[in-house]
């Protein structure tokens, strides 16, 4: 099964709105990284946050480590927040496994 | 520093044609990772190679060869390329359990 879910699968917001991505995983995680992915394709690295809350601007990762989950708040969304979230984590071998995406429509 | 520099960042290629994708990690990263993307979806993993040797593989096709350099570069090697091909290849480097960081891609069209 797949090993790092996460949901919603897409989510439309008007500017202004939060944003609440989520992420599940089957197994122990020793990393795990949130990525930004531009309509263009490039990748973005956000949090490496592999336990506890991390803040960087209007984004929050929380990750709860023994519950094998993640969360990903976006405040005051912007037009240019648009794009694929990821969730990856990786156990000890350091292979990462992606979840599936989130892909965040915000409108103006 | 430049990051994770991949070469080309473009390339078309005929159907039952090669092709050689390049990833420069971050200076001093040996941890060397490869992923497809098809249309935007998930990410898959098609190989690890840590201080040059291989440590793990995924989807990589039995057509497809990948080796890390002394520098810690590595190339895809792919061969008899088919339609389904056509994707994202998305190269990281790290150090060891440290984050990734991730090259802008090489989008290989198979036509």
């Known amino acids: 099964g797949q090993q790092v879910q996460q949901s919603p699968a897409s989510l439309v917001l008007q500017e202004g709105e939060n944003a609440e991505l989520q992420c599940n995983f089957s197994s122990t995680a020793t990393r795990l990284q949130w990525f930004y992915q531009h309509p263009g394709g490039r990748l973005v690295s956000l949090f490496y946050?592999?336990?506890g809350t991390k803040h960087t601007g209007r984004l929050t990762s929380t990750t709860v480590t023994n519950e094998r989950r993640s969360s990903l708040h976006i405040s005051s969304s912007q037009t240019t927040d648009s794009g694929t979230y990821f969730c990856?984590?990786?156990?000890?071998?350091?292979?990462?496994?992606f979840g599936t995406g989130t892909r965040l429509q915000v409108l103006p | 520093d430049s990051g994770v520099v991949q070469s080309p960042r473009h390339i078309i290629k005929e159907k039952g044609g090669r092709s050689v994708l390049t990833c420069i990690p971050i200076s001093g990263h040996s941890n060397v990772v490869w992923y497809q993307q098809t249309l935007g979806k998930e990410l898959k993993f098609l190989i690890q190679h840590y201080e040059k040797v291989e440590r793990d593989k995924g989807f990589l096709p039995s057509r497809f060869s990948v080796q890390q350099f002394d520098d810690y570069h590595s190339e895809m090697n792919m061969s008899a390329l088919e339609l389904e091909d056509s994707a994202m290849y998305f190269c990281?480097?790290?150090?060891?359990?440290?984050?990734?960081?991730f090259g802008s891609g090489t989008r290989l069209l198979v036509i």
């Open positions: 990281a480097s790290s150090l060891v359990n440290s984050d990734y960081t």
């Open positions: 990856a984590k990786s156990s000890n071998t350091n292979k990462v496994v």
């Open positions: 946050n592999p336990s």
